[in-house]
């Protein structure tokens, strides 16, 4: 950084524990992510590995394969988008790598967890386009790991936060984009959403949205208020979706909204909600050996291998 330059040092946009730009364009994060690599677990029998989707753009999943227990053993598919505002954190760090490592040794599932572009470098809708990349990738079937383990019939979405944002985006996507559908088509089936914590407008400024989409910086725009717009959400492909939410999460309200417009909307599969008291935001990516996390995680698996 050029500290005689008076804007390389001079603040335009500051969003507390996100981001801030500096008048020459520089942008800095207040938390960078490290970075875990895959791995064999011997004591949960966990494998992990990593495949490239779109090497231009970094588009990247994790795999995580379960122990396997028997022949022919076929796992639901859980696909799954870390959250962190659309501009921070990372599939690969040690704080999401070692959660879906336990999602995965605890609900049983095989997962796929997409690493998309991050804002604000990267504008709304990069995330969106990137998951959606992922999803029709998926789609495909034809990754070994997949191809072996996946039950197609039994896919499901999750998120936390943004993350939980887009997961409900690509639902939306697959529910109503005609033009541009997943491959496999009828032997895919998106089963249900559970969206922890989600992140998403309530009609009130956004300080993130508003600067990482320009082209609609209102939280009206249906991809980050979709309570807003019922006659798209009435069109969900999936028939079962888990809410989660916090006693004492700041953006507690949307996860509820999201509830109640689900039922009021016309949609005619079954919603559920429900809520940790007494704890924050995410506060099972923080503290996951604690027994709050330890019921969330219980609520996953019971929903990923009851719904159908």
């Keep these: 950084m050029d500290s005689t330059n008076p804007e390389s040092s001079q603040v335009i946009y500051d969003v507390p524990i996100f981001f801030k730009?500096?008048?020459?364009?520089?942008?800095?994060?207040?938390?960078?992510?490290?970075?875990?690599?895959?791995?064999?677990?011997?004591?949960t029998g966990v494998r992990s590995k990593d495949i490239v989707i779109v090497s231009e753009n970094n588009v990247t999943v994790r795999l995580y394969l379960p122990k396997i227990t028997q022949n022919d053993q076929k796992f639901p598919?859980?696909?799954?988008?870390?959250?962190?505002?659309?501009?921070?954190?990372?599939?690969?760090?040690t704080y999401y790598d070692s959660y879906l490592h336990s999602v995965a040794?605890?609900?049983?599932?095989?997962?796929?967890?997409?690493?998309?572009?991050?804002?604000?470098?990267?504008?709304?809708?990069?995330?969106?386009?990137?998951?959606?990349?992922?999803?029709?990738?998926?789609?495909?079937?034809?990754?070994?790991w997949l191809k072996s383990y996946a039950d197609f019939s039994r896919v499901f979405l999750s998120g936390d936060s943004s993350g939980a944002n887009i997961a409900h985006n690509m639902m939306l996507?697959?529910?109503?984009?005609?033009?541009?559908?997943?491959?496999?088509?009828?032997s895919l089936n998106l089963v249900g959403m559970a969206l922890i914590h989600p992140y998403f407008g309530n009609n009130e400024p956004d300080r993130i949205w508003s600067y990482i989409c320009p082209e609609n910086p209102n939280t009206d725009d249906p991809q980050c208020n979709p309570a807003a717009h019922p006659s798209l959400l009435s069109k969900l492909v999936c028939s079962n979706i888990l809410i989660c939410t916090a006693e004492k999460d700041f953006i507690r309200?949307?996860?509820?909204?999201?509830?109640?417009?689900?039922?009021?909307?016309?949609?005619?599969?079954?919603?559920?909600?429900?809520?940790?008291?007494?704890?924050?935001?995410?506060?099972?990516?923080?503290n996951p050996t604690c027994d709050k996390a330890k019921v969330l995680m219980k609520w996953l698996s019971d929903f990923f291998q009851q719904s159908s």
């Design 105 to 144: 040794a605890e609900t049983n599932v095989i997962a796929v967890s997409v690493e998309y572009r991050l804002a604000p470098e990267h504008k709304i809708p990069a995330c969106y386009d990137d998951s959606w990349v992922v999803m029709k990738w998926v789609s495909q079937g034809s990754e070994p």
């Design 253 to 286: 309200d949307r996860g509820w909204t999201y509830y109640e417009a689900l039922k009021k909307c016309g949609w005619k599969g079954e919603v559920e909600i429900k809520e940790t008291q007494g704890e924050r935001h995410v506060f099972h990516l923080n």
């Design 77 to 93: 598919l859980l696909v799954y988008f870390h959250g962190g505002g659309f501009v921070i954190e990372s599939a690969f760090s």
């Design 21 to 43: 730009v500096y008048k020459n364009g520089r942008i800095e994060r207040y938390r960078k992510h490290d970075f875990s690599p895959p791995s064999n677990n011997s004591v």
């Design 173 to 186: 996507r697959a529910s109503i984009d005609e033009d541009d559908k997943l491959e496999v088509g009828d």
